[in-house]
T-cell receptor, first 114, second 118 residues
């Protein structure tokens, strides 16, 4: 299994809603990432988890709250978002240690905030 | 300062021709990895090819090859025999080595949109 699975694929939410994005991998990777990608821009790093612990938060607003309940699962909890938060949210994982090999990406969640 | 620079916002190529997408990078780490990803309009990031900083030979994966010139800090992607399905956004990315996890996250260039014409 060499997949990173993200759900849902599309999400429309209001500014007062609370929703969660889910990311799952079963490759035994111990580093997981959330990226945000605005239209026609490259992905930008949001959070890094290493061994289920948050190691990097790239100054992301608190309305985005990550969670890593176990080594296979990564969530991104959303609350009180703004329309400018509409973007493609990509999850990725990579093996810790060893060669600097590829990161495996999920298909992304396309989020629209209305 | 930009760590990854892609100077071609858009490129056109005729079907069955070869095309080179440019990428230069900047790092002081001796250990790093360079990646190319393809992103079609569906949004998924598809891994194409990887080059490690200590690799002696240029990486190749099928129709993709990476022209790695370490002294010039360039890692250009060459796609041979272009196909219509190659039309997509292409990102060059780098992961710098080091003990901290954060330094292992990918940094992306701004991307090149490739359009293959019949």
């Amino acid at each position: 299994d060499t997949e990173v699975t993200q759900t849902p694929k599309h999400l429309v939410m209001g500014m007062t809603n609370k929703k969660s994005l889910k990311c799952e991998q079963h490759m035994g990777h111990r580093a997981m990432y959330w990226y945000k990608q605005k239209a026609k821009k490259p992905p930008e790093l949001m959070f890094v988890y290493s061994y289920e612990k948050l190691s990097i938060n790239e100054s992301v607003p608190s309305r985005f709250s990550p969670e890593c309940p176990n080594s296979s699962l990564l969530n991104l909890h959303l609350h009180a978002l703004q329309p400018e938060d509409s973007a493609l949210y990509l999850c990725a994982s990579s093996p810790r240690g060893g060669p600097l090999r590829e990161a495996f990406f999920g298909q992304g969640t396309r989020l629209t905030v209305v | 300062a930009q760590k990854i620079t892609q100077t071609q916002p858009g490129m056109f190529v005729q079907e069955k021709e070869a095309v080179t997408l440019d990428c230069t990078y900047d790092t002081s780490d001796p250990s790093y990895g360079l990646f190319w990803y393809k992103q079609p309009s569906s949004g998924e990031m598809i891994f194409l090819i990887y080059q490690g900083s200590y690799d002696q030979q240029n990486a190749t994966e099928g129709r993709y090859s990476l022209n790695f010139q370490k002294a010039r800090k360039s890692a250009n992607l060459v796609i041979s025999a272009s196909q219509l399905g190659d039309s997509a956004m292409y990102f060059c990315a780098m992961r710098e080595g080091g003990p901290e996890t954060g330094r292992r996250a990918l940094t992306f260039g701004s991307g090149t949109r490739l359009q293959v014409q019949p």
